[in-house]
């Protein structure tokens, strides 16, 4: 048997989320930080060779210039400090060619960049040459313009080497930004999915011990209530079934002691209501007006003293009816004229008109719990409408579920007690302010019955804007 996963705490576990979501953003920071680093380099480097060549390659030009010019000038003039001129012209010359020829990294500029060297070397060894005559080193000396056009080529392709340098300087800096995407595409949809299961993992336990609390709120205590996730909240879960064993056993005592305390009130309640009912005869001996007044009230606070016990045994019977009953089908508009009609004398005394618009439905559940369930709404709304007020009885069915509803013009049920009315022996502030009797036990009947069957009751609006309106919902599948 595989054993159950288990977990760190809420608060390591929420660490190894924080560094595990921010590893891949932090590797695709490095990553774009690298490509920009290796981008600024390449484009120091070519920045640099770009400046370099150009000016070089202008230079050796204007060199050649000048250099021609002080040649002539010497030759004609035949001074010497201006050859000597020539010559420091020269060395600048050759050292700027010799610059250009350690950046030529093309064959083509290589190649006219020794042709120039070797070309401006002859004309400078033809010049130095004692032997030759000045009207051969004259005439020599037009070679210049072929050393110019050399250097115009070298200066040309120097910008055309600068211009490709640049565009492929353009073009890896695309191919960065691309890599740089591309490994955001990578990591942060990485990121984004550890960002979701670390979510996941830290809300599920807490959806789960959100409804486990729900379930208990709403008495749901069969159920063991199972926590996975952080040890922590483990550890709250198990504390959470803790609570939902001891409220279950405290529901069953109080369930115990109300059907216990129940069926002991009803012997000597029997007895009083029995020695009370030979009074009110005067079997033992004729009373005054005073005293059969008097044992008028005990006998109606018997009676309802009676009622009240009955519903705490019929309240406190209801888990276990499904244990021993079985559903059966059951008329539902047959069962509701049938409790209407037990109510025609209260009606007409209350002067109350009762409107029912009942549709044929039937129901697979228990016949007595929805009697009851019946008998104590249509019993509330009797109760608080007022004289000559109407009750309105709806019942239909649609799509597989049955729809039975209860509206009154009475006092209405304020928003904030539309829940707690339903909790036993709970009575709202408009019955205390009426001083309208009741045992809080009604509703709660109704609940429990309408519980048996799976359905759901609830108090909505009243469509008159007065009023008390109940509706009640049952799968037709019943209980």
Known sequence: MLKPLRFPSLATLLLAAFGLVLLPLLLALGSALYSLENLTRSSQAVVYRAVRMTHSSRMVLEHLIAMERNARQSLILADPGLFEHYRKMRLNFAAELKAL?????????????????????????????????????GAEVDQFSVLRQLASQIWQRSNL??????????????????????????????????????????????????????????????????????RDLEALGRRLDWLRTRLAMLEAEKQRFMRNISHELKTPLANIHEGVELLAEQVVGELTQEQAEIVQ?????????????????????????????????????????????????????????????????????????????????????????????????????????????????????????????????????????????????????????VALHRGRVEILDPPRGRGAYFRVTIPQDGA
């Open 101 to 137: 020829q350690e950046m030529a990294e093309e064959a083509e500029l290589s190649g006219l960049l020794a042709k120039l060297a070797g070309y401006e070397f002859d004309l400078y060894a033809l010049l130095l040459d004692p032997r030759i005559p000045v009207q051969i080193k």
């Open 161 to 230: 080497l600068v211009a490709k340098d640049l565009k492929a300087l353009e073009q890896r800096s695309k191919e960065g930004q691309q890599q740089t995407l591309r490994h955001l595409g990578v990591l942060l949809p990485v990121a984004g999915s550890l960002l979701i299961f670390f979510v996941v993992l830290i809300i599920r336990p807490i959806r789960q011990l959100d409804a486990a609390i729900r379930k208990l709120g709403d008495k749901g205590f069969d159920q063991p209530i199972r926590v996975q996730g952080p």
């Open 297 to 449: 009230i005990v006998f109606d606070n018997t009676k309802r003293l009676h009622r009240m016990i009955e519903d705490l045994i019929r309240y406190s019977q209801l888990p276990q009816v499904d244990a021993t009953l079985r559903p059966q089908p059951v008329d539902m508009a047959r069962l509701v004229e049938e409790v209407i009609e037990d109510y025609r004398v209260r009606l007409r005394a209350k002067e109350i008109r009762l409107q029912s618009r009942l549709t044929a439905a039937r129901l697979c559940g228990f016949a007595e719990l929805l009697r009851s369930m019946v008998d104590n709404l249509l019993s509330n709304a009797v109760k608080y409408a007022p004289q000559g007020s109407e009750i309105l009885v709806t019942l239909f069915q649609k799509e597989g579920t049955l729809y039975f509803e209860v509206q009154d013009e009475g006092p209405g049920i304020p928003p904030k007690e539309r829940k707690r009315v339903f909790d036993a022996l709970y009575r709202g502030s408009t019955g205390r302010k009426l001083g309208i009797e009741g045992t809080g036990l009604g509703l709660a009947i109704v609940s429990e019955c």
